[in-house]
């Protein structure tokens, strides 16, 4: 830690081939040391093996937002998130501006969503918490 609290870290990879740092072991190295920097597991990860953005905010009511893009060459047929606690609830915005409610599947940590991403789209997702 940092003077002011904070936490440096530094790591390398090599850039001989294209996309060498978006390897699944990468992947899954990097959220290791996420969460050890960050104490405990971070409240949401993308567990997609393909470049997806994920964006977290925090509602002062409670419960999360998420941005989603797929900003890989294929679509996604369901959107895989990392999740520190089972949700108890999911809903997706519509392009009218209201919320929809999602079915998901959960399994070991991971809440499966069933929404399609086609390249470079994005979806919103509101997620209440236990």
Known sequence: RNRRGGTICTTAFQLDFTFSWMQDKRKIWLEMLLDKLNGKKLPYISADFQPVMLLQRKRKSGG????????????????????????????????????????????????????RLECYEPAVIRIKSR
């Open 64 to 115: 999360n937002v998420l941005g989603i893009f797929n900003l890989g060459f294929d679509p996604m047929d369901t959107v895989s998130i990392r999740c520190a606690g089972k949700p108890a609830r999911a809903e997706i915005l519509q392009a009218g501006g209201r919320w929809k409610v999602l079915p998901f599947k959960w399994e070991k940590g991971i809440m499966e969503l069933p929404v």
